[in-house]
T-cell receptor, first 114, second 114 residues
Framework: QKEVEQDPGPLSVPEGAIVSLNCTYS??????FMWYRQYSRKGPELLMY????GNKEDGRFTAQVDKSSKYISLFIRDSQPSDSATYLC??????????????FGQGTRLTINP | NAGVTQTPKFQVLKTGQSMTLQCAQD?????MSWYRQDPGMGLRLIHY???????DQGEVPNGYNVSRSTTEDFPLRLLSAAPSQTSVYFC?????????????FGQGTRLTVV
C-alpha cells in the first residue's frame, strides 16, 4: 500500500468550475502537507503549503488538511484554462538532520476547457 | 536567477552504459535531492544530501550513486543503465532545518534506456 494515494484522473472540467483534488495518507508521522503544480515537461512548483489541520486560502486556491481522517484537499475556484496541469500532493515528516524527504501522490492531471 | 539547473535535458542510453546526470543550484541551499517520476507513480526519492560530504539513500536508490563535494552540485550517476531506469529525473534543493521549506525543482532530465 502506498503511503500517499491520489486519484490520477484525468479530470476535465469547464472553465469557471470549482475543482476538488484529494489525497489520503497512511503515515501518522506526516506533519507538512504541500500541493505542487506541474506543467507539461516542466518541474513541479510549490502551490500551497500547510502545517496544521484546517484551511489555508491563497487567492482562488484553498488547501484543506484533516489529520484525524488523514485526508487533504485542494480546491480551485473559478478555474481557468491556465490552471490545466498535473497537481501533486506531497507530504513530509518532521525533519531529521535537515532532511526534507517528500513523499508524493501519483498526481492528478487536470484540464480546464474554455 | 538560474535556480536549479539540470543537464542534459534528454538522453538515450544503451543497456549497460553509464552516465552522470548533472544538477547545480545557485541558491546556497544545503539540502539537495534526486527524484524519479514514472507514470502512475508520482515522484520517488532516490538519494538526498543535507550538505557537502553528506549523502543518504531514499526510497529507490538501487542502481544509482551520488556524491556531494560542493554545496552547489549534486550529480547522479547511473552505473550500468537498465531499461527499468527509463524515467524523468528531477533534482530539487531547499534550505535544510527543522521547519519545512519550499523545494525548488529543476526542469528534469528525460532518460530512455534501450
Amino acid at each position: 500500500q502506498k503511503e500517499v494515494e491520489q486519484d490520477p484522473g484525468p479530470l476535465s472540467v469547464p472553465e469557471g468550475a470549482i475543482v476538488s483534488l484529494n489525497c489520503t495518507y497512511s503515515n501518522s508521522a506526516f506533519q507538512y502537507f504541500m500541493w505542487y503544480r506541474q506543467y507539461s515537461r516542466k518541474g513541479p512548483e510549490l502551490l500551497m503549503y500547510t502545517y496544521s489541520s484546517g484551511n489555508k486560502e491563497d487567492g482562488r486556491f484553498t488547501a484543506q488538511v484533516d489529520k484525524s481522517s488523514k485526508y487533504i484537499s485542494l480546491f480551485i475556484r473559478d478555474s481557468q484554462p491556465s490552471d490545466s496541469a498535473t497537481y501533486l500532493c506531497a507530504m513530509s515528516a518532521l525533519h531529521i538532520q535537515g532532511a526534507q524527504k517528500l513523499v508524493f501522490g501519483q498526481g492528478t492531471r487536470l484540464t480546464i476547457n474554455p | 536567477n538560474a535556480g536549479v539547473t539540470q543537464t542534459p535535458k534528454f538522453q538515450v542510453l544503451k543497456t549497460g552504459q553509464s552516465m552522470t546526470l548533472q544538477c547545480a543550484q545557485d541558491m546556497n541551499h544545503e539540502y539537495m535531492s534526486w527524484y524519479r517520476q514514472d507514470p502512475g507513480m508520482g515522484l520517488r526519492l532516490i538519494h538526498y544530501s543535507v550538505g557537502a560530504g553528506i549523502t543518504d539513500q531514499g526510497e529507490v536508490p538501487n542502481g544509482y550513486n551520488v556524491s556531494r563535494s560542493t554545496t552547489e552540485d549534486f550529480p547522479l550517476r547511473l552505473l550500468s543503465a537498465a531499461p527499468s531506469q527509463t524515467s524523468v529525473y528531477f533534482c530539487a534543493s531547499s534550505y535544510s532545518g527543522t521547519e519545512n521549506t519550499e523545494a525548488f525543482f529543476g526542469q528534469g532530465t528525460r532518460l530512455t534506456v534501450v
